[in-house]
């Protein structure tokens, strides 16, 4: 199986989608730029979602419900936003079919026009807004802290599978509050679930940090966002938490009644992740075999596999997997017993390395006879042998699970380390941005003009100004400008 | 609040969507026929859903997820289901919006159109087994069981809170089979799926049966569903289940090399509930005060509300509540202390009554004195007075859930069979209808003609054949003609 997959080295880009689809996780369909989850990768997201759903009801969020569709009026109440969007809409603008003239295939019912065109939504401030309005009289009606897991469509021209797809899915929070403290406070409270979902269950290591002008969402004040180093050396934006300011509350028109009983604009956040992280969590982890999945987020994470030549030998290895399986389970550790006969062991072997099992077992008839099982972990392909006399395997499987976990974290930190440069001089800019990548620390002068002209130089963006940048007087590398601090630059996917 | 509840006994529906909006379920939204589901109603849907997601599962499905759009001609493809649909698309006809001329408004941009119009998936038949095709080759790739939890659209005139929207959410399993066989007891599988979680969460008896041709569904060779009983004496299909024979392997070529080499088409199913089975929650079991759940599926299982008129007091209760809320946890029962001060318990018990809480516990200075707690159910709006000394209250409150989840369900059972009346001629077929409503069991001859005709005169329809239907020779109550068995008839949502 993963003979064929090409070798990151030599073609990052057709390792990664062919990595997509061979390990299943996702395919594109007949529909242009739209894709198909496949049940293995969905059944990776379904995890993701369980814990971020999770983290977002422990800090007080509940899930709710609007419509897929935009009237085409709301879209240009907030004027930024809809600079932003307008581009990439998909419209309704009919609501029937009818026979066509050969009676044999169906066209579009003129006389079904719709008075109002309506917009997929591309994100849901405008609808959410609007309903708020309704909601909201007094200061004690505030916060309202509301959370949608949706499909969005946007138009995109060039589509990568789960990076840049027409139609995806993701989770739109989206919170009112009385005060410009609060809603702040609330941007940065989500920012700082999405790194700690990202590190925690992901293993993937993010930089904090508030976008510049150019990047930030259309119609925030501010954008906060989690930036992730992949192996190719290409950052990925990872999820992104606004602060609205008043913009859509002006918008809409939403007023409360405050403490004081004067009317006032409520505030707003609104933030979001989507299946973009799937991109992320393949392209940090994996290599040349396939898939490398943090255990956390494995749908199946321990494999056993019996070599054996006869239907004995098979019942014998199945008591001892058995045994195994029913240890682990109380654990909650999800464990399958690969017993199929038309498949040899080095097929299946490979098999499970192309879909990120985290850790193998293979069990023969001389494993029986030694009380041995022979242990392998998909992070770093080591195997070893376990005496299971010697040695209680449930706890030594457990902890290796767990240092798997650990371990992919920290090789991903490492490499984003490696990969971050500080730089002074323009041509150690293009230099490192050309022959080493990832992320590039460097003076900027604070302007859209300097920004824009390095982008069109040399493809890299501020990818974010880090929460933790130092105070530190410089000279901006493309203008000789001062500067405060360096910021992160780039190129992204 | 429920003070301004309709009676059901004045007006069922204006009383049904009242309720919807009063308790914070759903509303309608600015876009024609598109609801937003409010945080306390989609709480509810998510423990539908956790738990036919649970039961999918455990039949061996998978979750997956296939695209929002379906190109004009994958409709086209399987003739009968075209004709079903095709009067109630959404349609895409571009990608793109531009400023108008006044630059404050936007347009659609005539020049991006599509070159081939996108229906937004009213079902996902066609999509899926045109990606099917290429999942499927040999008999080993048998059976596919995926399921997708997704939202559709079906343009409608006439809409009402979760009973009929234009957008509705859903899941719809769609599977594919190497015989007939294996495809069919599919199909009966997922509707026993269905009747059980109907049964047993939703406490909502339900009939199994298999629908008419006229109301199959357009695709399908035989409709399985379930069919309740609402209280105004109207049935409601609460979940369809479908053998679609080889119709849709042949519409997409779908074919697979059998055991014997031979190429064959694949069998298929499809089956799906909906957010209508939250209309049906609701008018099953709720009254004039409003909401009653069943506690398997309420998002609040126990209230505690404080009778004070001091601190000290309040102090003293929040002890007690504590204590109960301790030892309710480790049970898995949801409980909630109110302890706000800005409403009173008087407007607080008609709240959780609205909202369907099935217990209610309300303790004073007085309870503390005696070591009492008054014990309030939701379903009977029967009051006691538990002495905690005497008896355990976690046990006793436990019981009494279970107690009004089986009460529940055994009242609309008595209900049911209550309105379903078996008749012998025309005269009293029109006249149960007209005066009784409910299900009306009868002979029919067969033919889709005297069912239209049937439909015509008294806008009652097959709600379905029910599948344990007696053979009985009898004559048709509208033409006299032969029949082998009664089947029922009923006005419907």
């Known amino acids: 199986m993963s003979k064929g997959l090409p070798k990151r080295s030599e073609d990052y880009s057709l390792w990664y989608n062919e990595l997509v689809k061979r390990a299943d996780l996702a395919e594109n369909s007949a529909v242009r730029g739209c894709m198909v989850i496949k049940p293995y990768g969905f059944s990776i997201w379904e995890k993701m979602q369980a ?43 009919h609501y029937r079919l009818k026979a066509d003239d050969s009676g044999k295939g169906v066209i579009v019912d003129p006389e079904a026009a719709l008075e109002e065109e309506l917009i997929v939504r591309p994100t849901s401030e405008t609808v959410i807004w609007s309903t708020y309005k309704n909601w909201v009289q007094s200061y004690r009606d505030l916060p309202l802290l509301i959370n949608q897991w949706a499909n969005v469509v946007r138009w995109e021209m060039r589509t990568r599978l789960f990076l840049r797809t027409s139609e995806f899915l993701w989770q739109e929070g989206h919170t009112a509050h009385e005060t410009k403290k609060e809603a702040r406070e609330e941007t940065l409270r989500m920012m700082n679930v999405y790194a700690e979902f990202a590190e925690n269950f992901m293993a993937l290591p993010v930089i904090r940090g508030i976008k510049s002008e150019s990047e930030k969402f259309a119609g925030a004040v501010d954008t906060y966002c989690i930036e992730a180093m992949m192996q ?15 913009n859509f509350a002006k918008a809409f028109d939403v007023k409360f009644a405050g403490r004081d009983g004067e009317l006032e604009h409520v505030w707003g956040t609104s933030w979001g992740v989507s299946t973009r992280l799937m991109g992320a969590l393949i392209m940090a982890h994996s290599d040349d075999n396939g898939l490398v999945l943090p255990p956390k987020l494995a749908p199946l994470q321990v494999v056993i596999i019996p070599i054996f030549r006869s239907d004995e030998e098979l019942t014998a290895i199945r008591k001892k997997a058995n045994e195994i399986m029913d240890a682990l389970d109380p654990l909650g550790i999800s464990v399958k017993f690969d017993d199929r006969d038309t498949f040899k062991p080095g097929w299946k072997f490979a098999e499970y390395e192309l879909k990120g099992v985290p ?17 392998a972990r998909r992070d770093d392909l ?24 650990r371990s992919i974290y920290n090789k991903a930190k490492a ?33 859209p003009e300097t920004e824009n002209q390095i982008k069109e130089k040399t493809k890299a963006t501020i990818r974010c100004i880090p929460l933790d940048q130092k105070q530190e007087d410089g000279k901006c590398v493309f203008s000789g400008k001062p500067s405060k601090g360096r910021v992160l630059f780039a190129k992204a996917y």
Not at 382 to 405: H, M
Not at 420 to 440: A, H, Y
């Open 51 to 93: 814990e971020l759903d999770r983290m977002f009801k422990k800090t007080g969020h509940s899930n709710a419900y609007f419509p897929l569709f935009i009237p085409k009026s709301y879209l240009s109440k907030e004027a930024s936003h809809v600079e932003g969007f307008a581009k990439e809409c998909a419209v309704v603008t």
């Open 415 to 447: 490499f984003t380390k490696e990969k971050t440069t500080s730089v002074d001089s323009w041509e150690q800019f293009v230099s490192i941005l050309e022959n080493k990548g990832g992320f590039v620390a460097a003076h900027w002068d604070g302007t």
């Open 382 to 405: 080591s195997k070893t042998v376990v005496n299971t006399r010697e040695e209680n395997l449930t706890n030594r499987i457990k902890e290796t699970l767990e240092d798997i976990q």
């Open 359 to 375: 850790v193998r077992l293979a069990i023969g008839p001389r494993d029986l006879q030694h009380e041995t099982v022979e242990m």
């Open 232 to 246: 190719d050396g290409k950052a990925l934006q990872a999820g992104t938490s606004h602060f609205l300011g008043q």
